[in-house]
C-alpha cells in the first residue's frame, strides 16, 4: 500500500469518526452512560447496630394445667403400661434353665418308634374329633419352645385369630398356651408345658381337638421300651396311659 493510499484511509476513517461523534451529541449518548455509570456504582450500606442478646429464662418443663378444674389434680401418666392379652391369667412358676450344652438327640430308631406309636394311638381315636402327631425336636424342648402346628390344619379347625387354647394331658391337667394364628403356632405356655411334662427330642405328641379351643394331648415317649407291647387287648390309648403311668412311678421312686 502506498503513501497517498494511506493518507486517504486516514483521511476516510477521520471523517467517520467526526460524523460518529456528532450523532451520539444528537442522541445524548453521552450523557446517558454518564447516567448509567453513576446509577450502576455500588453504595457503601451504613454499619447496622447489632442489639445484644439477653439470657432467655429457663422453660419450666413440668405438665401446665390450664383448666381451673385440673389445677388440684395430679398430673397424668402417659407411660405405656403392658395389659396381658386376652385375660390370660398370670402363673408364676420357677423353672430351672436346661443346660443347651447337654442336649439330648433322640436316635433315628427311637424318633421313628415313637412315630409309629403316636400314629397307631391316633388310628384309635374318634374321627369326629381332628387330630394330628407332631413329633418334637430340639426347638420345641429347649431354647426358644416355639412348637410349629400343621398349616392346614390350623387353616380347617383353629380360629383365625390370637387366642389362648387349652392342653389337656391324660391324666387331665389343663395348660393354657397362646396360640399365634398368623404363625400357625404355640408360644406362651407352651414352655411351661413341656417341661412339665418332660418332654424331649424324639418325643411324639398326638393332638385331638375336642373343642374349638382345646386339644387332648397324647404324649408318647422315645426311650419307652417296646416290651410293653404284650397289651393286645388294650386299646392304643389304654396302652400309652399305662405307659405314661409307669413313667411316672419309675421317677418318683
Known sequence: MGVSEMASYEESRQRRL????????ELNLHKLSASLRTATSPK????????????????????????????DKPSPNYKEELIEPLGRPKIKRSYQRR?????????????????????ELQTGLETEFPSFVKPMLQSHV????????????????????????????????ESPVKYLAEKTGLSGGWRGFSIDHELVDGD????????????????????QSKDDDDDSDASPVEVNAKRTRASKKSDIA
Request: positive net charge; hydrophobic residues 35%.
Open 18 to 25: 467526526e460524523e460518529n461523534r456528532k450523532r451520539m451529541e
Open 142 to 173: 429347649t431354647g426358644g419352645f416355639w412348637l410349629g402346628l400343621p398349616v392346614h390344619f390350623c387353616k380347617m379347625h383353629l380360629p383365625n385369630h390370637d387366642e389362648m387354647i387349652t392342653l389337656t394331658d391324660e391324666d387331665g391337667n
Open 44 to 71: 457503601s450500606s451504613p454499619v447496622k447496630k447489632s442489639n445484644p442478646r439477653t439470657p432467655r429464662s429457663p422453660v419450666n418443663l413440668s405438665a401446665v394445667r390450664r383448666s381451673s378444674r385440673f389445677v
Open 204 to 223: 411324639a405328641l398326638v393332638f385331638q381337638l375336642i373343642k374349638p379351643t382345646k386339644f387332648q394331648v397324647y404324649i408318647i415317649k422315645s426311650d
Open 99 to 119: 443346660d443347651l450344652l447337654n442336649r439330648v438327640y433322640a436316635s433315628d430308631e427311637a424318633r421313628a418308634y415313637a412315630v409309629e406309636r403316636a400314629e
